[in-house]
């Protein structure tokens, strides 16, 4: 079945700096959803890209579809402290009897130190 | 209320028990989710339901019964769980299944099965 690579895995920062993560695959998707879940929560969604080359932002967040439609990025500028959290990647394919599943990364567990 | 809610947050049962988890969605959506969520593994998608009626079942155990009564309430019926069962338990919704739909994520259920 189709897999998502995500990286990394944990990430340890300091207030006020940037992150970035991304997430590839070995297939192609047609969308890409970005998510953050925290501790006892659900994963909320972040930003959503239909568009290859699509270029996102939500407030400190900017999300990227990537050219190939295999890859997207997610950064985070000016990290704060209620960044913390595990942010989740997801992709979405359109193939005939399965265009509901979404296939999702293991999570990166981003922590920002004060 | 908004969103995805689920009921209850927390349930521990015995492997003997019979228990139910309660999704409701109140954002007019179509199409319903159920998903596992266990440590360090991505997120598996159960079943997924569609105007109610049943469109996924990802090969998972009898013990785990979905019922879709109408468009805005999903649940799970449990029994004769196993302890690797134990897991939080995420509900979703979205406009439809079909590709490009966005889903959103009720807070979960944590389930612990002794």
């Known amino acids: 079945g189709q897999q998502l690579n995500q990286s990394p895995q944990s990430m340890f920062i300091q207030e006020g700096e940037d992150v970035s993560m991304n997430c590839t695959s070995s297939s192609i998707f047609n969308t890409w959803l970005w998510y953050k879940q925290d501790p006892g929560e659900g994963p909320v969604l972040l930003i959503a890209?239909?568009?290859?080359?699509e270029l996102t932002s939500n407030g400190r967040l900017t999300a990227q579809f990537g050219i190939t439609r295999k890859d997207s990025f997610l950064n985070i500028s000016a990290s704060i402290p209620s960044d913390v959290g595990i942010y989740f990647c997801?992709?979405?394919?359109?193939?005939?009897?399965?265009?509901?599943?979404?296939?999702f990364g293991k999570g990166t567990l981003l922590t920002v130190n004060p | 209320e908004t969103g995805v809610t689920q009921t209850p947050r927390h349930l521990v049962m015995g492997m003997t028990n019979k228990k139910s988890l309660k999704c409701e969605q109140h954002?007019?959506?179509?199409?319903m989710y159920w998903y596992k969520q266990s440590a360090k593994k991505p997120l598996e998608l159960m079943f997924v339901y569609s105007l109610e009626e049943r469109v996924e079942n990802n090969s998972v155990p009898s013990r785990f019964s979905p019922e879709c009564p109408n468009s805005s309430h999903l649940f799970l019926h449990l029994h004769t769980l196993q302890p690797e069962d134990s897991a939080l338990y995420l509900c979703?919704?979205?406009?439809?299944?079909?590709?490009?739909?966005?889903?959103?994520f009720g807070p979960g259920t944590r389930l612990t099965v002794l």
């Open positions: 979703a919704s979205s406009q439809d299944p079909g590709g490009g739909n966005t889903q959103y």
């Open positions: 997801a992709g979405q394919t359109t193939t005939l009897g399965s265009n509901y599943k979404l296939t």
């Open positions: 890209l239909y568009k290859a080359g």
């Open positions: 954002l007019g959506h179509n199409a």
